[in-house]
């Protein structure tokens, strides 16, 4: 089973950039496909993006299209985000999900995986 750990939250400002990272551990990080969701107290979890197990397919929510870009590097067992013209409306627990039952198809919903991290925050300031 994989353990994932996020990392590289921290409070940016308003059209600012950050570059989460998500390191896996305890199994093959490249059997498994990777996916991104945020969560404030007041929404339910939301899809930010995801990535086929081999990294070639990705997937973004519309609204992060064009500025948020999810990568992995399957020898260092890390998939990332970096999102770029961070939006007031965009401060959340950032999560990293895997799954290895389909890992070659895109997953969307929170559903689609059975592992997740703890998440690691991300305020933006105005």
């Known amino acids: 089973q994989v353990q994932l750990v996020e990392s590289g939250g921290g409070l940016v400002q308003t059209g600012g950039s950050l570059r989460l990272s998500c390191a896996a551990s305890?199994?093959?990080?490249?059997?498994?496909?990777l996916g991104w969701f945020r969560q404030t107290p007041e929404k339910a979890r939301e899809f930010v993006a995801a990535a086929t197990s081999s990294g070639i397919s990705t997937y973004y929510a519309d609204s992060v299209k064009g500025r948020f870009t999810i990568s992995r590097d399957n020898t260092k067992n890390t998939g990332n985000l970096q999102m770029n013209s961070l939006k007031p409306e965009e401060p959340a627990g950032y999560y990293c999900?895997?799954?290895?039952?389909?890992?070659?198809?895109?997953?969307?919903?929170?559903?689609?995986?059975?592992?997740w991290g703890l998440g690691t925050q991300v305020p933006v300031s105005s």
């Open positions: 305890g199994d093959t990080f490249s059997s498994y496909k």
């Open positions: 999900d895997a799954d290895s039952l389909y890992p070659s198809l895109l997953g969307k919903n929170h559903w689609d995986y059975d592992h």
